[in-house]
């Protein structure tokens, strides 16, 4: 960090000459920013919810759970939303492993854009950023917070986006 850089986003070339971004470092192959570690389509009714996730490594889940809308949890509606695993590098099969098994978290949205946080035990956390609609609704809910279960289904056969770190 120093005054060009207060809080500290360019990485040290050699002899400390600075010169490569920390925020480019998901895809060294690029060297942007990298595309997103699964895709998530959400049904939620009432208290319950039901998703199907892919993520980059190439696979599909089915999950549901508790999703309870805030302030009312009188409600039907959707959401597709992209999520990045908090982690500078993405090994291949950490997205599988993070989408495998429980998860938790909780989300906020203005008109219908929104983003979130979902805790993976054992794997982490990950930041989402989607969009949603209620199809009916007690009232007008900014956030929620859910719980629940996913199950690997399997390779979708379409193949995963940014596997791992090769430049293939």
Not at 89 to 95: H, K, R, T, V
Request: with cysteine; hydrophobic share 35%; proline share 4%.
């Amino acid at each position: 960090m120093n005054g060009r850089d207060p809080i500290g986003l360019m990485g040290q070339g050699v002899g400390g000459s600075g010169g490569s971004s920390r925020i480019n470092k998901g895809n060294p192959c690029s060297g942007g920013p990298r595309m997103p570690d699964f895709i998530n389509f959400q049904i939620d009714a009432y208290v319950g919810s039901f998703w199907g996730t892919f993520t980059r490594d190439g696979s599909a889940f089915i999950g549901g759970g508790i999703n309870m809308g805030i302030p009312s949890s009188l409600s039907l509606g959707g959401s597709i939303s992209l999520g990045w695993i908090n982690s500078v590098y993405i090994s291949p099969g950490q997205a599988d492993g993070f989408a495998d098994g429980f998860a938790g978290g909780g989300a906020a949205a203005f008109a219908g854009i929104g983003g979130g946080f979902i805790y993976s035990p054992g794997n982490g956390t990950a930041t989402i950023l989607g969009v949603g609609a209620s199809i009916i609704s007690a009232g007008n809910n900014n956030g929620s917070a859910g719980w629940g279960y996913s199950s690997n289904r399997g390779a979708t056969g379409l193949g995963g986006w940014g596997r791992g770190s090769s430049c293939e």
